[in-house]
């Protein structure tokens, strides 16, 4: 299960957004593994994409954290906003066709 966590906020509070990464909380073992990748985003100051992979049958446990990590942010980031998303790696995708 992949999920994609798109966060944006002003790039006044980049270092604010650093700390705050310190301070988050340790991933629990549910998650395989989170990447980042980031990009400017004009007026809308940086956008970071977030592909989160979770252990296969832990879904609910795993969005729910994923949904505290962010209210975490949100709290502590003037600005920061975000959205989830359910996406599927190819080989999975595939089998909507066959």
Request: hydrophobic fraction near 40%.
């Amino acid at each position: 299960m992949i999920y994609m966590v798109t966060v944006w906020y002003p790039c006044d509070q980049a270092k604010n957004v650093i700390e705050a990464t310190k301070k988050a909380p340790k991933l629990p073992d549910y998650i395989k593994k989170w990447l980042l990748y980031g990009t400017p985003d004009g007026n809308n100051g940086y956008k970071v994409y977030n592909l989160i992979y979770v252990k296969e049958g832990i879904s609910d446990e795993a969005v729910i954290f994923i949904g505290k990590m962010q209210q975490y942010f949100i709290e502590n980031i003037n600005g920061y906003h975000w959205k989830a998303e359910l996406v599927l790696g190819m080989k999975d995708s595939m089998k909507l066709f066959l």
